[in-house]
T-cell receptor, first 109, second 115 residues
Framework: KQEVTQIPAALSVPEGENLVLNCSFTDSAIYNLQWFRQDPGKGLTSLLL?????REQTSGRLNASLDKSSGRSTLYIAASQPGDSATYLCAVRGNDMRFGAGTRLTVKP | GAVVSQHPSRVICKSGTSVKIECRSLDFQATTMFWYRQFPKKSLMLMAT?????????EQGVEKDKFLINHASLTLSTLTVTSAHPEDSSFYIC???????????FGEGSRLTVL
């Protein structure tokens, strides 16, 4: 059974810092990995989707990498802003879809 | 990006009544939709996988007769919480799989409060 772990559980940084969120998974037989953002009391917003054949995807200040063989993905956020404060979740699609518990990010002005 | 609409966003009901939540994919056909429950400050808990035209697949521990799921069309899945109790109060979220890209899109969630 796929298990997805996100580290750290919470992160607080000053505005402007670059930061990395980590996601690890136990079964490398995946179709894709997706990063989401969730604001309090809201649904999830898709940030980046990486297919199993890809190594990374970029969107604006966000860059997600995937190392399927080691079961790891990172989400890099450049020049963080207070508006980036949210919970970030990674989801791994194999035979089903499994989510990590999320990293709660706070960017302080 | 693709849009998934969930309705209602908030609902308050009396104990013992039933509540229906709708999940619609607005600009793509979704043969597979998912229903989740989320407790405060916790991650998503998958309740069931809904496949168009067939019975939903429920996760272990989720009562099928309490949480009725219907996926009658390629753009609509519904979750009905039957005989609701206060412990059913939670945030329910749906998602839809876009088959051509493999990307998952989420609704905005529905907050259920059972008095």
């Amino acid at each position: 059974k796929q298990e997805v772990t996100q580290i750290p559980a919470a992160l607080s940084v000053p505005e402007g810092e670059n930061l990395v969120l980590n996601c690890s998974f136990t079964d490398s037989a995946i179709y894709n990995l997706q990063w989401f953002r969730q604001d309090p009391g809201k649904g999830l917003t898709s940030l980046l989707l990486i297919q199993s054949s890809q190594r990374e995807q970029t969107s604006g200040r966000l860059n997600a990498s995937l190392d399927k063989s080691s079961g790891r993905s990172t989400l890099y956020i450049a020049a963080s802003q207070p508006g980036d404060s949210a919970t970030y979740l990674c989801a791994v699609r194999g035979n089903d879809m499994r989510f990590g518990a999320g990293t709660r990010l706070t960017v302080k002005p | 990006g693709a849009v998934v609409s969930q309705h209602p966003s908030r609902v308050i009901c009396k104990s013992g009544t039933s509540v229906k939540i709708e999940c619609r994919s607005l600009d793509f056909q979704a043969t597979t939709m998912f229903w989740y429950r989320q407790f405060p400050k916790k991650s998503l808990m998958l309740m069931a996988t809904s496949n168009e035209g067939s019975k939903a697949t429920y996760e272990q521990g989720v009562e099928k007769d309490k949480f009725l799921i219907n996926h009658a069309s390629l753009t609509l899945s519904t979750l009905t919480v039957t005989s609701a109790h206060p412990e059913d109060s939670s945030f329910y979220i749906c998602s839809a799989w876009r088959g051509d890209t493999g990307e998952l899109f989420f609704g905005e969630g529905s907050r259920l409060t059972v008095l």
